[in-house]
């Protein structure tokens, strides 16, 4: 049971905690369109040098649609999460919403297809994105079936989390470029190790700052999906 004394902090808000809550979420919202606009930028910078992975050319097809729907999902998702927006056009939040799960769907099933059978760097690579891809699928499909039955608590937390994990691929260029500029003149052996390690990173870093904020900004009424299962 959820008691006024349990829980976070944050979750039985007075004036000063809406005052902290404020305070973050500036910041936040500019880190999220800055990192929305490097994923975008990555999907458009695809097609404007050559491939640094032999297997994008042995599946072209597979990978055009991986990046052209990963850049569509990064220019819509961010909206989804304004709150003025979903009050004021509610029937558009529910039409994009629909649509940015279909275009997850295949992003995350793609991801997993490049991951796991071209991986850039190997057996490194196939782990991280066996565990993160599937992560952005379960929550894409926790997010829908939350929201449709009318748990919209539970299909906000589970949609951050799936927007996190898609930013994370901005976040890895981020710390990627910088150590293989820090790394100079790698070699294959130690390229692999840096990818390797600026997935791990991106992925952990943009999944715990989404777990922070959900609970920060969590209501003291929010069902846990455990107890919404026993109700
Ligand atoms: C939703 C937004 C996404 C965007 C904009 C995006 C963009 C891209 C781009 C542009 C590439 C080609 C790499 C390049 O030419 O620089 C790529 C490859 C890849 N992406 Fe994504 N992606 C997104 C989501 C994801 C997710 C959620 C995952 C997995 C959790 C993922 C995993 C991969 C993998 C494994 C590759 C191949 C990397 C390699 O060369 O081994 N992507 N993505």
């Given at each position: 049971m959820v008691t006024p004394s349990s829980g976070h902090p944050w979750e039985h808000s007075g004036k000063e905690d809406w005052m902290t809550r404020q305070t973050v979420l500036w910041p936040l919202g500019v880190a999220v369109g800055f990192l929305a606009l490097i994923g975008v930028g990555a999907s458009v910078a695809h097609y404007l040098q050559e491939p640094y992975n032999p297997g994008f050319l042995e599946y072209p097809t597979i990978v055009a649609v991986h990046v052209v729907l990963g850049g569509l999902y990064l220019t819509l998702a961010p909206?989804?999460?304004?709150r003025r927006i979903r009050s004021r056009h509610l029937a558009y939040h529910r039409r994009t919403g629909r649509l940015l799960v279909a275009i997850g769907l295949v992003v995350g099933a793609t991801a997993l297809f490049m991951g796991l059978v071209?991986?850039?760097?190997g057996w490194g690579e196939r782990v991280i994105i066996g565990l993160f891809g599937s992560l952005f699928l379960i929550a894409l499909l926790k997010g829908l079936a939350h929201v449709r039955a009318g748990r919209v608590a539970l299909h906000r937390e589970w949609m951050i989390r799936a927007f996190a994990i898609a930013l994370a691929v901005a976040t890895i260029r981020l710390i990627y470029i910088p150590a293989l500029l820090i790394v100079a003149e790698p070699t294959d052996a130690q390229n692999a190790v840096l990818w390797d390690t600026s997935f791990a990173v991106a992925f952990v870093l943009n999944t715990s700052v989404a777990e922070l904020w959900i609970r920060a900004t969590r209501r003291s009424g929010t069902p846990r999906a455990r107890k919404v299962k026993a109700a």
């Open positions: 909206l989804q999460f304004v071209i991986p850039f760097s």
